[in-house]
């Protein structure tokens, strides 16, 4: 097969993909992004982003993809849609084996992401991005006033939950257990919250939407009684979530629940190796923290290719 050479190689085009992208084509590193999707990733499925900046209405995930798409285009970088089979990363020169051909560049920046978990419930795979969210900080702001369901059991279940009340009149939590997985003091505040509802030994069986949107849920109590909850939005903590590090093992250093380790500037504990965005653990999951992300390694990138001392500056 073919070997096509570049500077760098992006490995996913999401939002912090494709900053990558931008700021390291900007520095006139010859840069490709490798995304199997046209316009794939979390991004892509939310149907409104409210708190990007520079967009004072909203926009969509794709028209916010598709910007940063031409932006990057525009400084140079090349977009391949194809998929990346296994990654070669000890050696000077790293190569993405794709069904396209063989990319090789002196760097790789990991972009890849991360997804929930599949919990399987009737109607959620159908509803996501018009009702269900896997995601409260990104998505509350949408449900002022309405009625939102949130599943799961965990403590990050109910730091979203709480997170929800800031906007929903009610917040219902259903949790399949007998018990919440969190400190006392994160229970306690979510008991003495008015806008909250705890429903234990609770399991939604079915998301049901009116026409493209959700309208309500069906949930089944521990003796299989089941009744139908009206809600807005339906915020899913169930399974958490998975990063998109399956083809990674072995390859670069990652934590105990497949997070790509890497320190402030990005760099994994292979030379030449970034990871960014949603594929390393950050305290805030939020496109804006992933093009950050994205800038950092494209500039640290450029002083990996070039040897430099110091990250140079891209003002204008």
Not at 150 to 165: H, N
């Amino acid at each position: 097969m073919d070997e096509l050479s570049y500077d760098v190689i992006v490995v996913g085009g999401g939002p912090g993909g494709t900053t990558a992208a931008i700021f390291a084509a900007r520095a006139k590193l010859k840069t490709v992004i490798l995304d199997k999707a046209k316009f794939g990733g979390s991004l892509a499925a939310t149907s409104k982003i409210a708190n990007y900046p520079g967009y004072p209405t909203s926009v969509t995930g794709v028209e916010l993809l598709r910007a940063m798409r031409e932006q990057s285009s525009a400084f140079g970088a090349r977009f391949v849609q194809t998929q990346v089979y296994t990654l070669e990363l000890n050696e000077e020169m790293k190569r993405a084996y794709t069904a396209e051909g063989i990319f090789s560049a002196k760097v790789v920046i990991l972009a890849t992401g991360a997804r929930s978990r599949a919990s399987h419930i009737a109607g959620e795979e159908e509803l996501v991005g018009r009702g269900v969210s896997y995601c409260a900080t990104c998505d509350g702001a949408f449900f002022q006033d309405e009625v939102v369901a949130v599943v799961g059991d965990s403590q990050e279940t109910l730091e979203e939950a709480l997170f929800l009340t800031k906007f929903a009149r009610k917040v219902h939590v259903f949790a399949p257990r007998d018990a919440f997985k969190t400190t006392p003091d994160v229970l306690e505040e979510a008991t003495s919250n008015a806008r909250m509802s705890l429903h234990y030994r609770r399991q939604v069986k079915q998301i049901v939407g009116d026409g493209d949107v959700v309208s309500e849920i069906v949930v089944a109590g521990r003796g299989g009684e089941q009744e139908r909850v009206s809600v807005a939005g339906v915020f899913m903590y169930l399974m958490g979530n998975k990063p998109g590090t399956d083809f990674l093992q072995g390859l670069v250093e990652l934590d105990d629940e497949g997070y790509v380790v890497t320190d402030e500037r990005m760099q994994t504990n292979v030379p030449g190796v970034f990871a960014i965005g949603d594929v390393r653990r950050s305290p805030l999951k939020q496109v804006v923290t992933a093009t950050a992300d994205g800038a950092i390694a494209a500039m640290a990138a450029d002083k990996f290719v070039h040897r430099r001392t110091a990250l140079i500056k891209q003002w204008a």
